[in-house]
Structure formats: structure tokens, C-alpha cells
Nanobody
Framework: QVLLVESGGGLVQPGGSLRLSCAASGSLFRIFPMAWYRQAPGKQRELVADISSGGSGTNVADSMKGRFTISRDNGKNTVYLQMNSLKPEDTAVYYC?????????WGQGTQVTVSS
């Protein structure tokens, strides 16, 4: 069983920044890839970024490239999402995700609202 707990969401003005964190339970964190997804009201959940187990391989969705960065600290069992130059269309619930041995785990989500 893996427990994922997100934090760091909130209200930010357009052009601002936030850093989301996802803390994972268990000693296996360092051997599996992680991802961030988001879901805006009335829309499907979409992939934001993913990162390899060691952290050297990352992918960011095209609409967020250059603004969002995913990273991880395996010593702290934590994955991060640094979000810069935020836009109103980035408003969504952001979820941490892991797939381990064919089973998908989700955090509870953290709300990000970009508004003036």
C-alpha cells in the first residue's frame, strides 16, 4: 500500500508561482516513476508531468513546458511540481500519481486557483 499526500496548493495571481509537494509512504518510493495530473472543473484529468525513478528523466505536457518543472527527492520520499508564470487556465485540482506493479495510486489532490 502506498499513501500519497499532496500539499502546496492555494490561490495565486496570474504570473505567480507555486510549488506543490507530494509525500509518499513506504520504502519503495525510489524505485518507481511518479507523475502529476490535474483536473479542471468539467474537464478530464490530464497528465501534467512525469519523472523517472531516479529523477533524470522528466516529461512535461506541451502546454506547460517552460513554466512547470517536476523533480523528486528520494531521500525525502517526495516529488515536487514547480509552477511558474501561472495562468487562469492552470486552475485545477492537482493530483500526485504512482503506478506500482499495475496498481494505480492517487493522492487526495490539492486545489490550485489562479485568479486576480
Amino acid at each position: 500500500q502506498v499513501l500519497l499526500v499532496e500539499s502546496g496548493g492555494g490561490l495565486v495571481q496570474p504570473g505567480g508561482s507555486l510549488r506543490l509537494s507530494c509525500a509518499a509512504s513506504g520504502s519503495l518510493f525510489r524505485i518507481f516513476p511518479m507523475a502529476w495530473y490535474r483536473q479542471a472543473p468539467g474537464k478530464q484529468r490530464e497528465l501534467v508531468a512525469d519523472i523517472s525513478s531516479g529523477g533524470s528523466g522528466t516529461n512535461v505536457a506541451d502546454s506547460m513546458k517552460g513554466r512547470f518543472t517536476i523533480s523528486r527527492d528520494n531521500g525525502k520520499n517526495t516529488v515536487y511540481l514547480q509552477m511558474n508564470s501561472l495562468k487562469p487556465e492552470d486552475t485545477a485540482v492537482y493530483y500526485c500519481n504512482a503506478v506500482i506493479s499495475g496498481k494505480t495510486y492517487w493522492g487526495q489532490g490539492t486545489q490550485v486557483t489562479v485568479s486576480s
